[in-house]
């Protein structure tokens, strides 16, 4: 039985936890756990050559009658690399992601910005890039019209921004962008991850769920870390009804761990508005 109730958010379940095998199993291994939607990690095997493999992905994702969201290729990929061919091809990926994307009816495209891999390397630059490069971006997609959502990535050495500049980024942006806040890199760079979602509210259009240590980005389930969760669920609670949640656990986590914390995450606000402690 689905969870999907229209009068409150969706509740995703990352390919994260099933990267490596065959894309259309993991889907349809998804589908039966109980997934309100699927968000399609574009990485490992399963993906290579995507670009190529577009009308078989589109058929054969189609026919399993799912709703899908879209994780841009994130592993070699680095939007503000010093390396000006890696910049290039990296945007060359995630064009032909918007355009599966649309092809697929995707409800939001998460787009990383970027890594400032080395101290020597000049973080102000680095900005400027992710800047052009969304830029960049948001004009390929008036041609598909997706919902780009900007995720906070890296820790206290390679994320671009600090909170408050990662809260400002979009300002300067047209609505086709949105954010997408990752409660587990936000602990990773010590950030106030309740008042980071109040922060972004307006253009908050979907959240990564996981856990950690607090030191390396485990991806764990809920309450298997440090952090605290009954502040984010707060917020949640009165975040826009159509909020996209995102249960992004690690590789190898068994669906059944999936299933039953979207089954807890499900209620935690009632239609009527209740709201409940089972988290």
Request: glycine share 6%; aromatic share 10%; proline share 5%.
């Amino acid at each position: 039985m689905r969870l999907c109730r229209k009068d409150f958010m969706k509740i995703y379940f990352s390919e994260l936890c099933l990267l490596g095998n065959n894309v259309f199993s993991n889907v349809d291994q998804m589908i039966a756990a109980g997934a309100d939607g699927i968000e399609l990690m574009m990485d490992g095997p399963g993906w290579d050559r995507f670009d190529v493999r577009m009308d078989e992905f589109a058929r054969e994702l189609h026919s399993r009658k799912a709703v899908y969201s879209v994780h841009t290729p994130v592993w070699d990929i680095n939007l503000t690399s010093e390396n000006h061919f890696v910049r290039q091809a990296a945007i060359q990926s995630l064009q032909y992601s918007i355009e599966l994307s649309a092809k697929l009816g995707a409800e939001h495209v998460v787009v990383h910005p970027g890594f400032c891999m080395s101290s020597c390397f000049d973080k102000e630059t680095a900005k400027e890039r992710a800047r052009e490069a969304l830029w960049e971006l948001l004009d390929f997609n008036k041609d598909y019209g997706m919902k780009l959502l900007v995720e906070n990535v890296g820790d206290k050495n390679t994320s671009l921004f600090t909170q408050e500049e990662y809260a400002a980024f979009l300002d300067e942006f047209p609505p086709e962008a949105g954010y997408l806040v990752d409660v587990g890199h936000a602990c990773l760079n010590g950030w106030d991850i309740p008042a980071l979602l109040f922060a972004v509210k307006d253009r908050l259009l979907a959240v990564h769920l996981h856990d950690n240590d607090g030191i390396s980005d485990q991806h764990l389930p809920m309450h298997q870390g440090v952090i605290p969760w009954e502040p984010v669920f707060s917020v949640l609670q009165s975040a826009r009804p159509d909020l996209h949640l995102v249960l992004e656990y690690r590789n190898g986590t068994p669906l059944p761990q999936l299933a039953q914390d979207a089954a807890a995450l499900g209620n935690l606000v009632s239609p009527r508005g209740e709201t409940v402690s089972d988290l």
